[in-house]
């Protein structure tokens, strides 16, 4: 069975800094997919940035980029000029390409953005 | 269509008795998906539907949970005999070629 680890329960940032979320997994699987979600306060589950295994290319969407470490099976999120806006929880997800039906989700990681 | 709607978005109930939550999915998505986060958790996946058809469960989801998605539209998610254990947020997705939308959840609290 796959599972995802976020090993950071909580992370702060300045306003205008740049923070790095980590997540780890574990697959036997060769082709996949990797999400971010954030989770504010009350509000719903959107998708931040995705990245498909088998591109060797890190996604990047506006402030947001990861770091894709296939071989170490590492997937971490980077936030440039962090904002208020951005504080929230944050999870990683693994989705099975190949008949993949399901995210699996990490514990997820408190973000707080500091003024 | 503005996204995955859930409702009741609160239910406080008392143990033991039976609850019932609703999912509409985005209309275009055939593909409908019922997970269960605790406060301070990665939501946990329970059931999916394709079209009307159930085509995965969790072995989280015991005998006294029951989902259903008449005619592929919008989905029902029971559990009855309500156990304190069950209180969490029930969250329902639906899923295109892209990804997946979530719905704001309905969070249930057993008394």
């Known amino acids: 069975a796959q599972t995802v680890t976020q090993s950071q329960p909580e992370m702060s940032v300045q306003e205008a800094e740049t923070v790095t979320l980590s997540c780890t997994y574990d697959t036997s699987e060769s082709d996949y997919y990797l999400f971010w979600y954030k989770q504010p306060p009350s509000r719903q589950m959107i998708l931040v940035i995705r990245?498909?295994?088998?591109?060797?290319q890190n996604a990047t969407e506006n402030r947001f980029s990861v770091n894709f470490q296939k071989a170490a099976k590492s997937f971490s999120l980077k936030i440039s000029d962090s904002q208020l806006g951005d504080a929230a929880m944050y999870f990683c997800?693994?989705?099975?390409?190949?008949?993949?039906?399901?995210?699996?989700f990490g514990a997820g990681t408190i973000l707080r953005v500091k003024s | 269509d503005t996204g995955v709607s859930q409702n009741p978005r609160h239910k406080i109930t008392k143990r033991g008795q039976n609850v019932t939550f609703r999912c509409d999915p985005i209309?275009?998505?055939?593909?409908l998906y019922w997970y269960r986060q605790t406060l301070g958790q990665g939501p946990e996946f329970l059931t999916y539907f394709q079209n009307e058809a159930q085509l995965e469960k969790s072995r989280l989801l015991s005998d006294r949970f029951s989902a259903e998605r008449p005619k592929g539209s919008f989905s029902t998610l029971e559990i009855q005999r309500t156990e304190q254990g069950d209180s969490a947020m029930y969250l329902c997705?639906?899923?295109?070629?892209?990804?997946?939308?979530f719905g704001s959840g309905t969070r249930l609290t057993v008394v």
């Open positions: 209309s275009e998505h055939n593909r």
């Open positions: 990245q498909e295994a088998y591109k060797q």
């Open positions: 997800a693994y989705r099975r390409k190949e008949y993949g039906n399901k995210l699996v």
């Open positions: 997705a639906s899923r295109d070629n892209y990804g997946y939308t």
